[in-house]
């Protein structure tokens, strides 16, 4: 039987989306990411059909019931290239003809095609079976109160960049993800810091475009950003930017 005392200093999630605290007032990483999922689109992911452009390529993401088809779309000199990912594996079509790739090929288009669609639909894919989370604590940035988490990858399910770590920051009041930073380990090795801007709820699911900023070279902790952002000591580099965006919900 749960005594008083154990009650008044634990807080209980509902449906809103309120994140959990223990009675250490530590905050539990997998209730926030719980939250901002549900904040950014929720189930609506689940069942959808998602498009986008995105660099002079078209996207297509279809999910429905664990099926899964992610279709990129681009014109070259070849005619017109589709390359398609889904729970079957990749194929490659050229003109509509399906050709034959090369098993490498197979391997760097579907890493390419997945890794648009994940940063795309983020916080979606925060709680897939390869994802480790870890609160970090609290930062502001802009004067706006956030969440830190760390997110890194079992070897396991957890893909050729399995080593890679991210930290997020999600806010503590509305749990939307406002900002992002990571380590990466191929083609060398580097950071990347991302400022969310132009969000826009489409159908009920949030999309951001984003600001991409390096720091200097060595940098290793991404947990810090934050504050190097807010001092101007990172570097702008791009911009992550979304157009024409068509969300089509299969079942609500």
Not at 24 to 49: C, L, T
Not at 68 to 92: M, P, Q, V
Request: hydrophobic content about 35%; overall charge negative.
């Amino acid at each position: 039987m749960l005594n008083q005392s154990h009650f008044r200093c634990c807080v209980i999630s509902i449906a809103t989306g309120a994140v959990f605290f223990s009675c250490s007032s530590q905050p539990d990483a997998k209730s926030i990411i719980d939250a901002a999922i549900v904040a950014h689109g929720g189930h609506r992911y689940e069942s959808s059909i998602i498009e986008f452009d995105f660099r002079d390529q078209h996207f297509s993401v279809e999910r429905n019931g664990g099926l899964f088809t992610y279709k990129r779309t681009f014109e070259d000199t070849a005619g017109t290239i589709s390359d398609i990912l889904s729970n079957a594996g990749f194929h490659r079509e050229i003109n509509g003809e399906r050709v034959r790739t090369l098993e490498h090929e197979q391997t760097s288009f579907s890493e390419s095609v997945n890794s648009v669609v994940y940063f795309a639909l983020l916080p979606h894919f925060l709680n897939d079976p390869a994802v480790q989370k870890r609160y970090l604590g609290k930062g502001t940035v802009k004067e706006e109160p956030y969440h830190k988490v760390e997110v890194t990858f079992r070897k396991e399910g957890g893909g050729k960049d399995y080593s890679d770590v991210f930290t997020y920051w999600f806010h503590q009041d509305d749990h939307t993800m406002a900002y992002l930073a990571y380590r990466y380990h191929r083609d060398g090795e580097g950071t990347r810091f991302r400022a969310a801007f132009n969000q826009r709820r489409i159908n009920g699911i949030l999309f951001a475009d984003y600001h991409n900023y390096k720091g200097t070279e060595g940098d290793t902790l991404t947990v810090s950003y934050d504050q190097r952002f807010e001092d101007g000591q990172l570097s702008k580099v791009s911009e992550v930017i979304l157009e024409n965006i068509e969300v089509k919900i299969l079942s609500d």
